[in-house]
């Protein structure tokens, strides 16, 4: 067992074991050996003070002293408190672990309690902070009877609960015990100021468990209720207080070793932020997630128009330029921040809007503002929708069969929705979209294209299809949905598309994102069996703690790709509500 009082970092895990803390405005990831191994401070895009995830030198461990027989953890239900676990030849020691709620913009709260279940608990701990990726360094501080102060690159840190010594090679460390039936409580502060007042560990853990349990509802009327709310407190986790929910809270994981396929998800992708938002309207509707994505977005539109970008920081400010950094990177990757689709033009990403603001207003949710975003997206659709773009993959720019009938979608659903002299041109134009995507994309068969010079199989087109976007009666959905089984289904889990002639999983993971989509799909067209068999199959691609990173490697049974993947946990949540729903007509 590698030691890791006297190890620099501690050694890569497989993605499955890693939990996650998220309070809205970052996230930390936590490994098996009780590691904190990223955390961005005091933002999502910000520079990372524990970068050991993707080989920079920072991280936070508290763990058993002893080699142990048996580890394990689990977050409490409806909650991102977690609980590791240890079994030793000596104790039973857990440590329970989250982000302080409420959050603060400019500074975190990391809370750590170690408790002796049986035994005596002796546990070692590393504080090493390297802010910047590891490009700066902690001032050496003022250690105290209580804990730790750090300055450094333009952060403030202060640790209480057990006296640090230094430790070889940087950072601190100790050595204590928590006798049997008692626990010791650490408290990890860091931001841009210092610290107001001593922390209450007490007062901060009943804040935090408070604001869970009033932030996620009991989600009773789904599926899976429990991996329901688990879904919506990730969601919860994930969406900064500005209303900008971030894709993933990690970059650079790979989603397939040495293939170049590094990308940082640190942002707000407006694709991925309504399908949080519709599928909390689908699965308890006016709940603040809702509110949220329709008011991060319409101010997306009404700021942008037709200059909407794909993804932007939380605060709705511009991605930065993908620039690569000196680390050695995840085992299989290499380490980038910033992201380049963050120019690009994709068309679906304003029909998805448009359903957005569709279900915000079946619920009377959807404000004067949204009301004038939501023109200003039909306005973009009407003088855009014949381009090219690089659709949902964020591929060269094509004419996406996916993209044009997310507008027809979310055109209808609008038309629907928020009745009006405007309903009759909004049906118009999805008309008129419709008709020109047939006539360009619809095999004789009635099998729709992938795009309109590509005739391969498209996971993506399962979603709009399954949320309406043609009659209930149309022949080329139950075609299309069968034609993409055939070609991309394997060992039950869907793969987004072919890229060459390889067998599925060999150019990359089986993507859960689609394994939903086909459950929506097959519940859309009576397949309430088949809807169940996709929907319970694809559930099971999480690691251990329940997070679903974007892709699964079906042969290995790993994730693959950065964690957590915020828009699997919305189409879990969204296909759990409509299969517990009535059947369709």
Request: aromatic share 8%; proline share 6%; charged share 25%.
């Amino acid at each position: 067992m590698e030691n890791l009082l006297s190890a620099a970092v501690p050694a890569p895990a497989v993605l499955r074991d890693y939990a996650f803390l998220g309070d809205g405005e970052r996230g930390a990831v936590v490994g098996p050996q009780g590691e904190v191994v990223w955390l961005c401070a005091p933002r999502w895009h910000d520079d990372a003070v524990f970068s050991a995830l993707i080989g920079g030198p920072g991280h936070y461990t508290v763990r058993p002293q002893n080699a142990w027989r048996v580890r394990g953890g689990h977050y409490e239900d409806g909650t991102l408190i977690h609980v590791s676990r240890w079994v030793t030849d000596e104790a039973v020691i857990e440590s329970r672990e989250a982000l302080a709620l409420p959050a603060a913009r400019d500074g975190l709260v990391l809370l750590r309690r170690v408790r002796a279940v049986r035994g005596d608990a002796r546990v070692h701990l590393v504080l090493d902070p390297r802010p910047e990726f590891g490009a700066a360094v902690m001032a050496e501080g003022r250690d105290t009877p209580d804990g730790h102060t750090a300055e450094g690159g333009g952060l403030h840190l202060r640790f209480s609960g057990v006296a640090l010594e230094r430790r070889p090679g940087g950072g601190r460390q100790a050595a204590f015990t928590v006798p049997e039936g008692e626990e010791r409580d650490l408290v990890l502060y860091i931001g841009r100021r210092p610290p107001d007042t001593a922390p209450d560990p007490r007062r901060l853990w009943r804040e935090t468990e408070a604001a869970w349990h009033e932030a996620v509802p009991r989600c009773l009327d789904t599926a899976a209720p429990r991996d329901a709310r688990h879904a919506y407190a990730v969601l919860h986790g994930l969406t900064s207080s500005s209303g900008g929910m971030v894709a993933a809270a990690t970059t650079s994981l790979p989603e397939r070793a040495e293939a170049g396929r590094n990308y940082d998800y640190r942002y707000t992708w407006i694709r991925d932020q309504c399908y949080a938002g519709l599928a909390v309207a689908a699965a308890h509707g006016p709940y603040p997630l809702l509110d949220q994505a329709v008011r991060f977005v319409s101010a997306r539109l009404l700021e942008d128009g037709d200059r909407l970008r794909p993804a932007y920081t939380v605060d709705g400010a511009p991605v930065a330029e993908e620039r690569p950094l000196p680390l050695v990177g995840y085992p299989g990757g290499s380490d980038f921040v910033g992201n380049r689709a963050g120019r690009q033009f994709q068309l679906d990403t304003y029909g998805e809007a448009l359903q957005l603001f569709a279900a915000a207003a079946r619920h009377d949710r959807l404000d004067r503002d949204g009301q004038r975003a939501a023109e200003v997206a039909v306005r973009c659709v009407e003088q855009h929708w014949r381009q090219a773009d690089a659709g949902i993959w964020e591929l060269e720019k094509r004419w996406w069969t996916h993209s044009r009938l997310s507008i027809v979608a979310g055109l209808r659903a609008l038309a629907d929705s928020v009745p009006g002299p405007a309903a009759r041109s909004r049906s118009a134009l999805a008309d008129a979209v419709e008709a020109e995507t047939r006539r360009r994309c619809l095999r004789s068969d009635g099998v729709w294209l992938r795009a309109e010079d590509d005739a391969g199989a498209e996971g993506a087109l399962l979603l709009p299809l399954a949320r309406g976007c043609l009659r209930p009666d149309d022949p080329s959905t139950h075609r299309t949905r069968r034609f993409i089984e055939e070609r991309l289904a394997h060992d039950g889990y869907l793969y987004r598309f072919r890229h060459d002639d390889r067998p599925l999983g060999e150019a990359e993971g089986a993507f859960l994102l689609c394994g939903f989509m086909m459950a929506l799909a097959a519940q859309a067209g009576g397949d309430r069996v088949g809807a169940f068999r996709w929907f319970e199959r694809t559930r099971s691609a999480c690691g251990t703690p329940g997070l679903f990173a974007e892709e699964y490697d079906v042969e290995q049974r790993q994730l693959r790709g950065n964690l957590p993947q915020a828009f699997v946990h919305a189409l879990l949540l969204e296909a759990g509500a409509r299969l517990n729903g009535p059947e369709p007509a």
